[in-house]
């Protein structure tokens, strides 16, 4: 049985983790021209490999504490 207190840590984190996907999605879609050719490919890597990583603990999450996505705000 969690603890409401990890439940609403999970929350928080889910939350910021959220955040920096769209920020990342955002960052990556700036580097796209309007052909969908990435202007900086090293740069668009990197930003790719944190977007993943964001992804990731996501889902470690969602799969420990499935609640994170079960409120209602």
């Known amino acids: ?3 409401e207190s990890d ?3 999970a929350r928080v984190f889910y939350d910021l983790l959220t955040y920096e996907a769209a920020t990342l999605t955002s960052t990556i879609e700036t ?3 309007r052909r969908g050719v990435l202007r900086s490919t090293a740069e668009a ?3 790719g490999r944190e977007l993943d ?3 990731r603990c996501l889902d470690q999450l969602r799969a420990r504490f499935p609640e994170v996505c079960d ?3």
Do not use: A, N, Y
Request: charged fraction near 35%; hydrophobic fraction near 45%.
């Open 7 to 9: 439940i609403e840590q």
């Open 71 to 73: 409120r209602v705000d």
């Open 53 to 55: 990583e964001v992804r």
């Open 45 to 47: 890597q990197l930003f």
């Open 1 to 3: 049985m969690l603890d």
């Open 31 to 33: 580097l796209t021209t």
